[in-house]
Each structure stands twice: as structure tokens, then as C-alpha cells.
């Protein structure tokens, strides 16, 4: 038996370099990203609450930490990855019903869901902010 020498042209498998990102790709891709994010962000909330189990200076330690402004950029970007975490689920559950799957339908409520998690998490720290008596 001969062995041929003719190389055959072999399919490229699809990259990121074909795909054009389109907005519901860009939020599937967060929407992981924000899980992933909760899911280790969960041990902020267990230091905390281990903390108030311990001791009052603990307590007082973390909530420094928390309180300081890289503490506060932390605790807003979790808050963001879980309002928008929860937005996408949303938009998920509205598509397992069967409604909104068209393009155009599903690329408003992509643009949507960014814009909307943004202005609930800061009104979520507007209201905490209230809350707790100003800056």
C-alpha cells in the first residue's frame, strides 16, 4: 500500500475571531461571570457573619475592612453582579415560556438588562446610604 502525499484542506472549527460579539453573546458571557463571581463572593457575607458570631472587635475589623473605599467598590460590584445575575435569570425564565426568542426582541432585552442592573444597584446603595443616615 502507497501512502498518499496529497494533504486535504481541513474545516477550521469555529473561533473568536469569526464570531462577531453581539450583545446576547455578551451578556451569556456575564451572566457566567457573575455567578462565578457570587459564588466566591458568598465569603464576603460569611466573614461578616462569622465575625459578628466571634467578637465585637472582629466585628468592628471587618466592617472597617468593608467600610474602607476599596471595601466599598467590592461590595458594589457584588451587589451589581447579583442584581444583574438575577436580571439575566429573569430574562431566561421569560425565554423558557417561549416569549421573546425573536432577535430583535431578545437583543432589546440584552441591552435592557445591562442598563436596568446598573440603575438598581445604585439605587439599592442610594437607599442603603438613606438608610443608614448619608455617606
Known amino acids: 500500500m502507497s501512502k498518499t502525499t496529497s494533504i486535504h484542506a481541513r474545516p477550521l472549527s469555529p473561533h473568536l475571531q469569526i464570531y462577531r460579539l453581539i450583545p446576547t453573546m455578551l451578556m451569556s458571557i456575564i451572566h457566567r461571570i457573575t455567578g462565578g463571581a457570587l459564588y466566591f463572593g458568598i465569603v464576603l457575607f460569611v466573614v461578616w457573619v462569622a465575625a459578628a458570631a466571634a467578637s465585637k ?79
Open 57 to 135: 472587635e472582629a466585628f468592628d475589623l471587618v466592617n472597617a475592612v468593608y467600610g474602607s473605599w476599596f471595601g466599598r467598590l467590592v461590595l458594589f460590584g457584588f451587589t451589581w453582579a447579583l442584581l444583574h445575575h438575577m436580571i439575566g435569570g429573569l430574562r431566561h425564565l421569560v425565554w423558557d415560556t417561549g416569549r421573546a426568542l425573536e432577535k430583535a426582541t431578545s437583543t432589546k432585552m440584552a441591552k435592557a438588562s445591562i442598563v436596568i442592573s446598573v440603575i438598581l444597584t445604585v439605587l439599592v446603595w442610594i437607599a442603603g446610604y438613606a438608610v443608614r443616615g448619608g455617606f
